[in-house]
């Protein structure tokens, strides 16, 4: 769905068409989702806070002017809400990742783990938790505008809006989280650089002995013709430079599971009749 749509839908849930609530939130929470999983780096932390700033964006639909696209003020609204989320889980450093967590040695994965998943699997489920880590290490500030601006790919104009920061601050803070990124992934990622020690494969046993990793509950993986990291090593020498932005780029979309759309479909019940009440 176009934002076009998306503008012409919420104009016509503020005039209380509930149809049109219902269509404006579907096609507001896959985007909402995905911000949320970026920045707090947990699915089930992902949904419930997708789930509190949709209800923002509802009760505070009669605010919506029009001004500026509905996609944008409402991820406005979910910028805010992030940064002010308190963390409750470890905060992450990358001195921490680098020094205690990356580049166990060589080691075939546990027979009992193969049991509920293959190694590919368990492979991609490592690389993209630890890419989540490395977002966690980042500031909020900087972890907000390589989200914006790189992974989502936004034009700085509408991620400072977002941000509520001048275009010059928004490019700025995204420079010094690519820098930041492209430092990390250069001297300690095996996947964007071959030279580098850590392999994913060879971090799954690591992972599931300290908790991190429940071979019968991905949190991430899913079977694909073609792996995250087959994608990024696919790349070669060529996009050495954008390394860390690779990184991301070759992920999947994450959708919102379903048993989050459920519970969306029941707060639109019951707010639907009152789009534009706070």
Not at 101 to 109: T, Y
Not at 127 to 143: K, N
Not at 157 to 174: D, H, M, Q, Y
Not at 243 to 250: D, G, I, T
Request: with cysteine; hydrophobic share 45%.
């Amino acid at each position: 769905m176009n934002p076009d749509s998306l503008d012409d839908l919420a104009h016509r849930a503020k005039r209380g068409d509930a149809s049109a609530l219902e269509a404006l939130v579907r096609g507001l929470q896959g985007s909402t989702y995905r911000v949320a999983l970026r920045f707090l780096g947990e699915p089930a932390a992902a949904g419930d806070a997708t789930q509190e700033i949709l209800i923002l964006v509802i009760t505070r639909l009669a605010s919506f002017r029009g001004e500026s696209a509905v996609t944008t003020w409402a991820h406005r609204i979910a910028v805010r809400y992030l940064l002010r989320a308190r963390r409750r889980e470890r905060r992450w450093t990358f001195e921490a990742l680098a020094e205690d967590d990356l580049g166990k040695p060589p080691n075939a994965v546990e027979a009992s783990t193969l049991i509920a998943a293959d190694e590919k699997l368990l492979e991609e489920e490592v690389f993209v938790g630890c890419t989540q880590v490395m977002l966690q290490a980042l500031d909020a500030d900087l972890r907000i505008a390589f989200i914006l601006g790189a992974i989502c790919e936004l034009e700085s104009t509408e991620a400072a809006e977002i941000a509520g920061i001048s275009p010059a601050a928004f490019r700025k803070r995204l420079s010094r989280a690519r820098r930041t990124l492209d430092a990390f992934v250069a001297g300690h990622c095996g996947v964007a650089n071959p030279d580098n020690a850590c392999r994913c494969r060879f971090q799954i046993n690591y992972n599931v002995a300290r908790g991190a990793l429940d071979p019968r509950k991905l949190r991430f993986a899913s079977p694909a013709p073609r792996s995250s990291v087959d994608a990024v090593r696919a790349l070669g020498d060529i996009h050495r430079v954008r390394r860390s932005l690779e990184l991301y780029r070759a992920q999947p979309d994450f959708a919102p599971p379903e048993v989050f759309v459920e519970g969306i479909r029941r707060l639109l019940t019951a707010a639907s009749a009152h789009p534009g009440q706070s």
